[in-house]
């Protein structure tokens, strides 16, 4: 068997509802809904945590985040775990990467080399954390400089809480996509596989993007729905969601809801889109490379991405100890011509956790004895699944992930199956339980509600079994005694 080569693109901070093949009417995205209407598109895929370096350790291993002890921005992963790009490449797989890796402290107070790395497999690391000049190690500002420019985000007179960034030529999502094509145009002589990860910012925040991206949306800015908030609806909800409501992280100048006007808003939500807009641009120019090569029908392609981003909704901008759909819903779609399904829409729970062991699994590798993920081979290739579901519910979570100023990171962890999501703030007496179906924007809390304490009961008992099963699988067990 011919092992496929694998363009894996993960973008950060970028929530389902974002693509015209999502059902988005707004942004601009033909290249990604072509790949979807040629792939795989998997409608409820799932991340582990709601931030960075979690979400990541967990999809680059396979394992959940409490199992690979890598549970919080600004930790760094342990040495002795094991990523699917160090598999891979010890099997024969050239490996590289453009963007940022984030499953170590990056932070110029932390490194000032940038990004402490283990032994992940990657032969050529393209390192570029964030646009921002950081460090000397960036290698998108390096890029810049070399152009006589600098990264120098301009103030938009309109709203204080977007910038106008580089122009596309000169955005850090198309250095990340020159350095993927040009790997890719390098390896089209060569008959070795090889993956390569393509890490943009974007749309993460701050809200930068180009500002002709950007006029699009103005020009229909009353056009553009304000953010699913009831007033009120926060009475009923936990503690961090009302202290982030006057700013997000608790930082009162950082995206104040509660502070913010209507005009604000869609601003907010016309920057985040424009900058979907051009990455959608760069994913065509990656497909294009793979096709002008001649290596796209031996290719899996991937676009995802780590976690989601609540733009305003319930009264919260970004993310933190927050498991709304917009937080943990992700894009997730696969494509390998004449092997995966085409145009395939997948309804199942699937985590990004089952990410790895589908590549291994592709690869013709035997699944790592570590890993946790399930192979959504079965999946990928059409067969029909019957009465049996890929899963049953999913499993997040939060544990100190995120840095408060009051101190109180959030220890929380979530469960949700098909109809009901439960999160559990862990030693506060708090939580959430939701009827998907009958409250789809999560805004009536059931908690504690008694014509709820059935479901509730049952969904408790599914967190605690998906919190046990979590448990590092190594060491194998050699024996009965």
């Given amino acids: ?15 389902y509802d974002t693509l015209g093949c999502t059902g988005n009417s707004f942004v601009k995205t033909p290249n990604i809904d072509r790949l979807a209407s040629k792939g795989v598109l998997f409608e409820n895929a799932f991340s582990q945590s709601t931030v960075c370096t979690p979400s ?4 680059l291993t396979g394992r959940y985040p409490r199992t690979t002890r890598c549970r919080q921005n600004g930790q760094n992963i342990p040495e002795d775990e094991v990523l699917v790009t160090r598999l891979l490449a010890d099997h024969g797989y050239g490996c590289g990467l453009s963007g940022k890796l984030h499953i170590s402290a990056c932070h110029p107070q932390a490194t000032f080399a940038g990004e402490r790395r283990i032994d992940d497999g990657y032969h050529q690391f393209h390192w570029s954390h964030h646009p921002e000049n950081s460090w000397p190690t960036n290698e998108y500002i390096q890029w810049l400089q070399a152009k006589g420019k600098d990264f120098k985000p301009e103030p938009i007179e309109d709203c204080n809480y977007v910038q106008a960034g580089p122009n596309a030529a000169d955005h850090q999502t198309t250095w990340c996509t020159e350095k993927a094509t040009q790997f890719i145009e390098a390896n089209e002589r060569f008959s070795k596989p090889w993956l390569f990860s393509v890490n943009m910012f974007d749309p993460h925040h701050p809200f930068d993007p180009p ?9 229909r800015l009353e056009d553009i729905p304000l953010p ?10 936990t503690y961090v969601q009302r202290f982030d409501h006057n700013g997000a992280y608790g930082m009162p100048k950082l995206y104040p809801f509660s502070k913010m006007s209507a005009n604000d808003h869609r601003y907010l939500t016309a920057a985040y889109w424009a900058m979907i807009d051009l990455i959608d641009e760069q994913v065509g ?3 294009d490379a793979l096709e002008r090569t001649g290596q796209l029908d031996n290719t899996i392609v991937i676009f995802m991405s780590d976690h989601g981003e609540l733009l305003g909704d319930h009264g919260v901008y970004l993310k933190e100890p927050f498991f709304y759909e917009p937080c943990v819903h992700v894009p997730l ?31 013709g590798l035997p699944k790592y004895p570590g890993m946790q993920g399930k192979s959504l081979g079965k999946l990928l290739s059409g067969e029909p699944s019957g009465s049996e579901k890929h899963r049953e519910d999913i499993y997040c979570e939060h544990y100190n992930a995120s840095s408060k100023q009051d101190g109180v990171g959030g220890f929380a962890t979530m469960v949700r199956t098909d109809r009901y999501k439960l999160a559990m703030y862990h030693r506060k007496g708090e939580g959430e339980l939701y009827d998907l179906t009958a409250d789809p924007n999560e805004t009536v809390n059931l908690w504690n509600k008694p014509e709820a304490a059935g479901v509730q009961a049952e969904m408790m008992i599914r967190l605690c079994d998906r919190m ?13 005694w």
């Fill in 1 to 15: 068997m011919q092992q496929p080569n694998i363009l894996w693109i993960c973008t950060d901070q970028q929530r």
């Fill in 56 to 59: 990541r350790a967990s999809f």
């Fill in 211 to 219: 500002i002709d991206y950007l006029q699009r949306y103005l020009d």
């Fill in 228 to 237: 699913n908030y009831v007033e009120g609806e926060l009475e009923d909800k």
């Fill in 285 to 287: 120019r990656m497909l």
């Fill in 333 to 363: 779609i696969i494509s390998y011509p004449g092997r995966y399904a085409s145009g395939t829409r997948v309804k199942d729970l699937v985590e990004l956790v089952d990410i790895a062991p589908t590549l291994l699994e592709a690869a």
């Fill in 468 to 480: 046990a099963e979590t448990v590092d699988p190594l060491p194998v067990r050699l024996s009965g």
